[in-house]
């Protein structure tokens, strides 16, 4: 099972061993300070944005076009941005680290 970093505004780092599913519903299930999936993980919302450092980012992939929509109304969103509900947390990610935009 995969790890996970999380990296909240305020640098507090949490990490998450044996992490299943989304990003946003691994955030949500270990009370992330910044996550909030208020949308319930349907990318209708941006409560659940992170930014995914360069190195990871060809592996994550790049924003969907619904993220990049809802992304156009954020002013801290740019190409390192994703919505946690639209990563799945998969063995070739064991080890990902994000940070956590928050709202």
Request: charged share 25%.
């Amino acid at each position: 099972m995969p790890t996970v970093t999380f990296i909240t505004a305020d640098g507090e780092k949490s990490v998450i061993e044996n992490a299943e599913g989304s990003l946003m519903d691994i955030a949500v299930d270990n009370d992330i300070e910044g996550i909030d999936g208020a949308c319930g993980g349907v990318c209708s919302c941006a409560t659940c944005h992170v930014k995914v450092p360069a190195e990871w980012r060809q592996r994550v992939g790049s924003a969907t076009e619904a993220e990049k929509d809802i992304f156009e109304f954020e002013d801290e969103a740019d190409e390192s941005s994703r919505l946690g509900c639209q990563v799945e947390l998969t063995s070739e990610l064991d080890g990902l680290t994000v940070h956590v935009v928050g709202l």
